[in-house]
């Protein structure tokens, strides 16, 4: 079963649009932890954020903003005023510790694509 | 600068050739992991390292094989055995095992079948 959905393959948006990406995801643990990753055309993976499940408070930094929904289950990433540069594929990924126990799994969703155009 | 090293940044095997990737880190972290990039997909954990001499099959580490001889390094081979090679590998580390701690990526291998 997928854990971890961005529903949202491809977004293309034109600059200074606001723009939200999407994450859902599944867990039996009550305590996990969900990060948000860019990916720019460069290749490496760049972290943005880390969410604790205790804590509900939205999160902005910059024109970046999550807004993490317990009830829900969902962690929406929200782009302000966006800019050419942000262009990348975004990864949203959950980090649980498995039934059987030991190392911690961080697992990605398949990523959204996000194309600001000038 | 502190940060992970991959090489090379593009790679081509031949049929029945074991080429190997290399991952070095210089952030003192213990935990290492090696993911593979599909096109259109997320990453999947190939393998990974808690600590030195140590390490643990990840969900797709058939056709792979790993070693952690020292704290910095974490080469992967890809072995003959796997079939379908072409893709993205990207090796990571965290400062440790630990559910909290956000992994850092190096800027990957793009491996292609001659």
């Known amino acids: 079963a997928q854990k971890v959905t961005q529903a949202q393959t491809e977004i293309s948006v034109v600059e200074k649009e606001d723009v939200t990406l999407d994450c859902v995801y599944e867990t039996r643990d009550t305590t996990y932890y969900l990060f948000w990753y860019k990916q720019p055309p460069s290749g490496e993976l760049v972290f943005l954020i880390r969410r604790n499940s205790f804590d509900e408070q939205n999160e902005i930094s910059g024109r970046y903003s999550w807004n993490f929904q317990k009830s829900t289950s969902s962690f929406n990433f929200t782009i302000t005023a966006s800019q050419v540069v942000d262009s990348a594929v975004y990864f949203c990924?959950?980090?649980?510790?498995?039934?059987?126990?030991?190392?911690?799994?961080?697992?990605f969703g398949a990523g959204t694509r996000l194309a600001v155009h000038p | 600068d502190g940060g992970i090293t991959q090489s090379p940044k593009y790679l081509f095997r031949k049929e029945g050739q074991n080429v190997t990737l290399s991952c070095e880190q210089n952030l003192n972290h213990d935990a290492m992991y090696w993911y593979r990039q599909d096109p259109g997909q997320g990453l999947r954990l190939i393998y990974y390292s808690q600590i030195v001499n140590d390490f643990q099959k990840g969900d797709i580490a058939e056709g792979y094989s790993v070693s952690r001889e020292k704290k910095e390094s974490f080469p992967l081979t890809v072995t003959s055995a796997q079939k379908n090679p072409t893709a993205f590998y990207l090796c990571?580390?965290?400062?440790?095992?630990?559910?909290?701690?956000?992994?850092?990526f190096g800027d990957g291998t793009r491996l292609s079948i001659l």
């Open positions: 990924a959950l980090s649980e510790v498995p039934p059987s126990g030991g190392y911690n799994k961080l697992i």
């Open positions: 990571a580390s965290s400062m440790t095992g630990g559910r909290s701690q956000p992994q850092h």
